[in-house]
């Protein structure tokens, strides 16, 4: 016997308090599903009555969600492109190169996960405030972009030191320019890496919540600022609705990452996270402004 | 280490090996600072800058003159007691997701890869949920007539039903659900190193389960607890979500403060000092972690050294 055995009570208790933890993860998520399609809004639960009545009025004249969705769409696409661009180039400097100061440059990049979200918000707002770009999409996806291009490059880092720098190599040493090993090779290579930095820096600009709430103006508000808005002052039932929506495209979004990193198949990468335990973990982060 | 680019034969003709070296590592410097750059110049325009001028401001009074009254101000009353209890909360915060993470990662890290996978799964899905999203789910289960509380009547517990909500139990446990997923992973990720033969061989010198768990098991785990507790402390101080909607006045934090002085009181320079003071909370717990991980390293290579 090499292990130290546990006894049966050690285990019974074990066993039930980390099903009561998974449960404390996992209930809140669950209970905003099942509200959504009761008729009773938020009275009991489980609700005595079914319907889709919270989703159709999200759609109905006059509602303010479409705007919101929208906008939010918009500034998380620009942030995707905004932080691939960064984080591909900063992971080719950080990985395949020899960069003075690389341990600066690194610690620089990490630097927007673990320092408070008020703060880089509050910044921000001093610095477009004056430029008279509060609400502007470009700007909150700027700003977006300094907490998703931190995930992006940790990704891209581990997906670059996963592929082969001989193949580029070989193909320079046939007469390949730097341009064609990029599009040839390491691009096709660094796909599954690509779309799950593409889909993590998306979640994180449409999930961000204090960013987008101090560069909003009164009427370009995102889904994130909205949804905070309605729970603050108004009640409206249809929020559920829109909440129930936002885990679907946060579940839909982490199944495809899994997916892409299965097809890769390269294996290198294990789990859903990007490397780094603890900063990487801070990939859905900034949700948690 | 290969370069990406044709080594440069036709520009040096027949150099002396050196000369070839060298200049291929120039080129690979070359080719790495200007990949460098739009991430350097974006984070130095987007995220030190506006740092910078936020210190700045702090430090300016009404007439532009230096001043340090706006932290005095943030040292002072009803500011005071918001700061104090930012840092409560946090402690209380990081103290129950350690415990809880605790127990969670360590039952994890006995399961079979499979079934530790798929509770991983269940532990980092909700990560990636907005934080906004999970608030709300908790709103409907701790209110007056929720899940909770029904549950808790229906199995007449005494005292039921309960406050759950607007205070300060509500942002504890809002606001622990939001960080668990970090420790759980932490903790985890130091637990599945364990060798658990350790524990075997202090069981057969005939110690007891709790001096194992008091005297080999946690030792082993320390670093990730340290580490843990500190970054869940780091993140809870500027977290502003769940406190703001599951609390009432008395768990006011200071990011709610900076938001109401910047978006009601147009009080620029007050919501600046306080962002700066938050900022340099984290460096100091970062500074700790530093200091207790190395602290950490020199005890555990105590006799090793000459």
Known sequence: MTELRSTLAGRITLTVLSTLTLLFLVLPIVVIVITSFGKDAFGSFPPSSWTLNWYKVLFADGSKWPAAVSLSVLVACLTTVFSLILGMTAATALVRSDLPLRTAVYGLVLAPLVIPQVVVALGLFLLFEPA?????????????????????????????????????????????????????????????????????????????????????????????????????????????????????????????VAVVRRLGGSGQQEGLLPTEPGVGLAAGGETAS | MAVLAPAPVSTAPVPGKKRLSRALSERRTRFGLLNAAPVVVYLLVLFVYPIFSTLMLSLKGDDGAFTLHWYADAFKGANLEILLTTLRISAETSLLSLVVGFVLAAAVSRLKPLWAGLVMVVVVVPHFISALVRTYGWIILLGEHGVVNNALTGLHFPGAPFQLLYNEVGVVIGTTSVMLPYTVLLLYAVMKGIDRRLMAAAASMGAGRLTIFRRVYVPLVAPGLVNAGILCFILCLGYYITPALMGGPKQTMVASLIDTQVMKQDQWNGASALGIILLLLTFAGLLLLKLLQSAGERYRNRGTAP
């Open chain 1, 132 to 256: 008279a770009m509060l609400g502007s999409p470009v700007a909150i996806a700027l700003g977006h972009t300094v907490l998703a291009s931190p995930i992006a490059v940790m990704i891209l880092m581990a997906t670059l030191k996963g592929i082969d720098e001989r193949l580029e190599d070989a193909a320079a040493s046939m007469g390949a320019s730097r341009l064609t090993v990029a599009r040839r090779i390491t691009f096709p290579l660094a796909m599954p890496g690509l779309i799950a930095a593409a889909i993590f820096s998306f979640i994180t600009s449409f999930d961000e919540f204090f960013i987008s709430q101090f560069l909003s103006s009164v009427d370009t508000v995102t889904l994130p600022v909205q949804v905070f808005n309605v729970l603050q002052y108004d009640v409206d039932p249809s929020v559920t609705a829109i909440s129930a929506i936002l885990i679907a495209v946060a579940v839909l979004a982490l199944a495809l």
